[in-house]
């Protein structure tokens, strides 16, 4: 008997695993937690029948969600992450001797419990003794922080479920307040592929740009995504990420990467005339 792990990217397009076997499923209070092993992907984890994390590819993203921030100004010493369950975006924080405090903020602790367990390969620092662990909804969270945060990080689910509140103009309003005067907020963007994802994708664009003066688009492939074509968005009351880009300082940290390198990080800005007339519409 073969069994498959089938996720729908639209109406009219499935991707399917196989998976080898079932190690772990709950119901926590917020969503469907699974783990699975698979021969192509290795382990991975789904909230509600959607995919989070393989550990095939998790190095782009957390690559690609960590160290532009970080590159482009690696003087940044308190951060918040909110959502990143699984560990990985702090995994690539602690790399950085010069990062101080670590607040990661995750409204779903059997989230949390589960990739312990299933994936230390995301989840190793999460005992990293510059970070701390608050298991409350991050738009509440943020509501009551100012300028306190040199990077925000939102790590979050898609736009449905636990995850709604983060794609908010209120929301984004709180990050802005949040953070210092040369702050940086990180998010993950959705793919602009399947039309469904470019509105949300739109949307929280539309919302960035209402409270920072500085906001930008950049992209990854990410092999178990919906289409592979992901975007992040960059937004910043000081630092554009390209003319600000710090190679030299960054480089000379001899920090292994995998995906991320301080060229990928120029070229992720150069974005695909579909993509720029999306942004363009959502401006409208």
């Given at each position: 008997m073969e069994l498959w792990y089938t996720e729908e990217h639209s109406e009219n397009v499935r991707f399917s695993i196989r998976v080898e076997e079932q190690l772990y499923s709950a119901q926590s209070p917020f969503q469907r937690i699974d783990v699975f092993n698979s021969k192509e992907f290795g382990r991975f984890?789904?909230?509600?029948?959607?995919?989070?994390?393989?550990?095939?590819?998790?190095?782009?993203?957390?690559?690609?969600?960590?160290?532009?921030?970080?590159?482009?100004?690696?003087?940044?010493?308190?951060v918040l992450v909110i959502g990143a369950g699984d560990g990985g975006t702090v995994r690539e924080l602690t790399r950085y001797n010069t990062i101080e405090h670590i607040d990661m903020v995750e409204i779903d602790k059997m989230v949390v419990d589960a990739c312990i367990k299933y994936l230390p390969q995301t989840a190793s620092k999460l005992n990293d003794e510059r970070v701390s662990l608050i298991f409350e909804d991050g738009l509440k969270f943020v509501r009551t922080k100012t300028n306190e945060y040199d990077l925000i990080i939102v790590d979050s689910t898609d736009p449905f479920g636990p995850g709604e509140g983060l794609f908010t103009k209120e929301f984004y309003g709180n990050c802005f307040n949040a953070l210092k005067e040369d702050g940086i907020l990180v998010n993950q963007h959705e793919t602009p592929y399947y039309e469904s994802y470019a509105k949300s994708m739109q949307r929280a664009h539309k919302r960035i740009r209402e409270f920072f003066p500085i906001c930008k688009v950049y992209q990854a492939h990410i092999p178990t995504y919906p289409s592979g074509h992901w975007l992040f968005g960059f937004a910043s009351k000081k630092y554009d990420p390209v003319k600000d880009l710090n190679a030299d300082k960054w480089n000379k940290l001899g920090l292994k990467t995998k995906y991320y390198n301080t060229e990928i990080h120029k070229g992720a800005f150069a974005l695909p005339n579909y993509v720029i007339e999306l942004l363009g519409a959502a401006h409208e």
């Open positions: 984890f789904t909230l509600d029948g959607l995919m989070m994390v393989t550990e095939k590819d998790e190095f782009i993203y957390h690559d690609m969600i960590t160290h532009v921030a970080m590159a482009t100004n690696p003087e940044i010493k308190k």
